[in-house]
Antibody, heavy 126, light 106 residues
C-alpha cells in the first residue's frame, strides 16, 4: 500500500524558516518524481515544487523561487521542503504527492499526481 | 501559466441525480487533464487522468470527457459519499488547478 506521511509543519513568524518532510513507503521511491502542493485555508490547490527521481532537476512555482528548496534522500525514501523567508501568504496545508509519468507523443513526458500525503499545516504569523 | 477555470462554483443536487462539472483551460492541454475529489480534512483523491481514464478503484459512475481546452466530469447517479469539492488539473505544462466545484446536498 502506498503511503506518504508528511510532518514538520507548525507556527512560524514571518521571515522564519521551516523544513517539511514526507516519508514514503509501499513503492519503489527512487523511480518516481515527487511534488509538494499547498492549499491555503478555505482555498484551492497550488503546485509548489517538483523534484525528479534522482534529484538532479528541481522546479518551483514563481512565488517560492529563491525561498523554498526541494530535496530528497532516496536511501531514506523521503522528500523535503526547506522553506525560508516565510510570508503570511505561505500559510497553508502542504501535501506531498507522488507523480506518475508517461510518454504522450514523441519526446513528451508528462506526470500527474496519483497519491497524496495527509498534509501538514504551516502557519506564518506573528 | 495555463489558467484552469471551473464552473459552476457550487452545485446543489439531490442523491441519484446526474451531474456534470465543467473545466476550461486558457490554452490547449491536449488530454493532459486530471480530476480530483476532496472531502473536508482529507487530501485530494485522484479520480480521472488523461481526461477520461478512471484511476484504480474509482467507480464507473464517474466519467471524464473532452480534450484541448474543454473538459467535463460526469457523475451518473450521485451517491451520498460523492458530496465533496472537485478540482480539475492540467499537467501538460507544469501543473495548475481549477478553483474547484463544490457539490452539495440540495
Amino acid at each position: 500500500e502506498v503511503q506518504l506521511v508528511g510532518s514538520g509543519g507548525g507556527l512560524v513568524q514571518p521571515g522564519g524558516s521551516l523544513r517539511l518532510s514526507c516519508a514514503a513507503s509501499g513503492f519503489t521511491f527512487n523511480t518516481y518524481s515527487m511534488s509538494w502542493v499547498r492549499q491555503a485555508p478555505g482555498k484551492g490547490l497550488e503546485w509548489v515544487a517538483n523534484i525528479k527521481q534522482d534529484g538532479s532537476d528541481k522546479y518551483y512555482v514563481d512565488s517560492v523561487k529563491g525561498r523554498f528548496t526541494i530535496s530528497r534522500d532516496n536511501a531514506k525514501n523521503s522528500v523535503y521542503l526547506q522553506m525560508n523567508s516565510l510570508r503570511a501568504e505561505d500559510t497553508a496545508v502542504y501535501y506531498c504527492a507522488r507523480a506518475w509519468g508517461y510518454y504522450y507523443g514523441p519526446g513528451s513526458y508528462i506526470e500527474y499526481f496519483d497519491y497524496w500525503g495527509q498534509g501538514t499545516l504551516v502557519t506564518v504569523s506573528s | 501559466e495555463i489558467v484552469m477555470t471551473q464552473s459552476p462554483a457550487t452545485l446543489s443536487v439531490s442523491p441519484g441525480e446526474r451531474v456534470t462539472l465543467s473545466c476550461r483551460a486558457s490554452q490547449s492541454v491536449s488530454s493532459s487533464l486530471a480530476w480530483y475529489q476532496q472531502k473536508p480534512g482529507q487530501p485530494p483523491r485522484l479520480l480521472i487522468y488523461g481526461a477520461s481514464t478512471r484511476a484504480t478503484g474509482i467507480p464507473a459512475r464517474f466519467s471524464g470527457s473532452g480534450s484541448g481546452t474543454e473538459f467535463a466530469l460526469t457523475i451518473s447517479s450521485l451517491q451520498s459519499e460523492d458530496f465533496a469539492v472537485y478540482y480539475c488539473q492540467q499537467y501538460n505544462k507544469w501543473w495548475t488547478f481549477g478553483q474547484g466545484t463544490k457539490v452539495e446536498i440540495k
